[in-house]
Structure formats: C-alpha cells, structure tokens
Nanobody, 115 residues
Framework: QVQLVQSGGGAVQPGGSLRLSCTAS????????MSWYRQTPGSRRDLVAS???????YYDDSVKGRFTITTDNAKNTNSLQMDSLKPEDTAMYYC?????????WGQGTQVTVSS
C-alpha cells in the first residue's frame, strides 16, 4: 500500500511564504511524476505544479516565478515552496504521485493567505 503524507501549510499574510511537503511510503524516485493540486470549495481540483522523473517541470501560469517544486530522494519527499503568496492562493492543497499507472493522493492541507 502506497501512502503519501502531507505536512506544512497554514495561514500567512499576503507576500509571505509557506512550504508544503509530501512524503512517500516508498522510494519517491520510482514515481513517474509528483504533482501538487489545489481546490477551493465548489471548484474543481486544479494542477499547480508537476515534477517528472526525467526532471521536466510544469507550473501553472498563476504560480510561475513564485512556487518551486522539488524532490529530495533521500527523504522520499516532494516539496512545494510557495513564495509571494496572494489571497487567491488560498485553497486546500493536495499532492499526487503516479506510480505504475496508479495515482495516489495525499490527505490535503489547507493554505490560507489573508491579512
């Protein structure tokens, strides 16, 4: 059973920073990609960033230049560093990993950006 356990998140003022982490129960280097999604109430879950096993990286236009996705293979952890946060970044954030054709999700963590 593969598990993804999220940590981080919380509340911050506009312009602040937060770091989200997603730790896998097995070697994270075996995942085809690790991604971060976010969702607000009543809306769909939207892709924010992805990091592929070949080191390709995707960022949604709304977070380019502000968010950074990385993986620490030694810790089996993927992280999303979020800087220059805006109120519109407020959402529940989920990590997702694709392994052997199966998708696995973290439990979600709330990010609130408010003054």
């Amino acid at each position: 059973q593969v598990q993804l356990v999220q940590s981080g998140g919380g509340a911050v003022q506009p312009g602040g920073s937060l770091r989200l982490s997603c730790t896998a129960s097995r070697s994270i280097s075996t995942f085809y990609y690790m991604s971060w999604y976010r969702q607000t109430p009543g809306s769909r879950r939207d892709l924010v960033a992805s990091l592929y096993s070949d080191n390709r990286i995707y960022y949604d236009d709304s977070v380019k230049g502000r968010f950074t996705i990385t993986t620490d293979n030694a810790k089996n952890t993927n992280s999303l560093q979020m800087d220059s946060l805006k109120p519109e970044d407020t959402a529940m954030y989920y990590c997702k990993g694709l392994l052997a054709g199966d998708a696995y999700w973290g439990q979600g963590t709330q990010v609130t950006v408010s003054s």
